[in-house]
């Protein structure tokens, strides 16, 4: 099976968008995360791997990969956006440290039902995305 970015970097191509070495980078490095990152996490993880990608670059590469629908935009109340690839068989939620403002993933399958429920009851489709906040271990220890 093919990885989130062999998929995307295949459906860009396959819609005439370039390949630039910056979007490649991003969409690489965003397949190795677990959670949503800011461009300033992007930009700092290429210059550790040795890849100079300037910030431009990745902010340009995260609005049009947005646009296409494979990144999505996490709004988890900082004011500084974060980036995940949208993963057609995986969802999650974040919980966010109040304290230090560390994001980590979680996945409830009460909660999931409990969301399609509320689908039931109101005849809405509800797209969701929780964000649950409170202080991490390494912040309340």
């Known amino acids: 099976m093919n990885s989130w970015a062999e998929s995307t970097l295949d459906a860009l191509q396959r819609t005439g968008r370039r390949n630039s070495a910056a979007r490649r980078a991003v969409i690489e490095l965003l397949d190795r995360q677990h959670c949503c990152l800011t461009a300033q996490e992007i930009f700092d993880g290429l210059r550790a791997e040795g890849r100079p990608v300037g910030i431009a670059s990745i902010y340009r590469s995260l609005e049009q990969l947005t646009r296409d629908g494979f990144v999505q935009r996490v709004d988890?109340?900082?004011?500084?956006?974060?980036?995940?690839?949208?993963?057609?068989?995986?969802?999650?939620?974040?919980?966010?440290?109040?304290?230090?403002g560390k994001v980590e993933p979680f996945a409830d399958p009460q909660l999931e039902r409990a969301l399609h429920k509320v689908e039931g009851q109101t005849g809405y489709?509800?797209?969701?995305?929780?964000?649950?906040?409170?202080?991490?271990?390494?912040?309340?220890?």
Request: glycine fraction near 8%.
């Open 76 to 100: 988890v109340g900082s004011a500084t956006a974060r980036f995940e690839p949208v993963l057609e068989d995986e969802h999650h939620h974040h919980l966010v440290c109040a304290d230090c």
């Open 125 to 141: 489709s509800v797209a969701h995305d929780v964000v649950l906040r409170g202080v991490c271990d390494d912040c309340s220890g």
